[in-house]
């Protein structure tokens, strides 16, 4: 059951400030005169693989006990995360294995090769790797770090408000971009915990909105 306070993200960024990176909150000229207001980036594309999901899997794999992680890991993904679960178990010394669709471009398999993880591509589509990690999972005995939907990744993706906030604490509204919704569950508990008055949208380009739909749908889709 996924249940994440501010607490458990407080906890998180002690645990996993020391392996990512404080990246910095930059202030755009040209964007905030085209929009009319003050806009902000916070540039997660600055970590180490690209991307603020190693703060997430960096979470999950500091949190497991060294019996859990004995076996290694599994994760699925599309991309980042797969990068993201490697670093981490490489920096850990865990065996990684990632699964990935054969839509993953190359330079993401490449990044997660290249931290030392096992690749394993299989099936046109998420859902089909994410079976095949979970079968893994089943045979090899890894512990499953998923890419948005686990308490710990959603914890681990909230640090990035709780830095955001810490360095500008007066901002109306977040933008979060959204895929699975891990980022913007865990932006949205530290926001409205450390400012109620914010507001916190999701955005998603309407070729691919499973969170949208999810959410207007009430029910989890793929």
């Known amino acids: 059951m996924l249940k994440v306070e501010m607490k458990d993200i407080v906890e998180a960024y002690g645990r996993i400030r020391n392996y990512v990176q404080k990246t910095p909150l930059i202030y755009s000229p040209e964007t905030s005169e ?3 207001s003050e806009v902000w980036f916070k540039m997660e594309n600055l970590q180490p693989i690209g991307a603020y999901k190693l703060r997430g899997a960096m979470n999950n794999i500091l949190g497991m006990s060294d019996e859990d992680l004995k076996c290694g890991v599994v ?48 099936g046109p589509n998420y859902e089909d790797a994410e079976n095949r990690a979970h079968e893994i999972e089943a045979e090899e005995g890894r512990k499953f770090v998923h890419a948005y939907e686990s308490n710990e990744t959603i914890a681990g993706q909230g640090t990035v408000a709780i830095e955001s906030l810490l360095e500008k604490g007066d901002f109306d509204a977040i933008l979060v971009p959204t895929g699975g919704g891990g980022l913007l569950c865990g932006v949205a508990i530290a926001a409205k915990a450390m400012n109620p008055d914010i507001k916190v949208y999701g955005l998603q380009t309407n070729t691919s909105a499973p969170w949208d739909k999810s959410f207007h749908e009430r029910k989890l889709n793929n």
């Open 75 to 122: 994760a699925a993904s599309a991309g980042n995360h797969s990068q993201a679960v490697a670093y981490a178990a490489k920096l850990k010394g865990v065996s990684a294995v990632v699964c990935v669709p054969e839509s993953t471009p190359m330079n993401k398999r490449y990044g997660a090769i290249k931290h030392g993880a096992r690749l394993v591509v299989y």
């Open 34 to 36: 085209r929009t009319g």
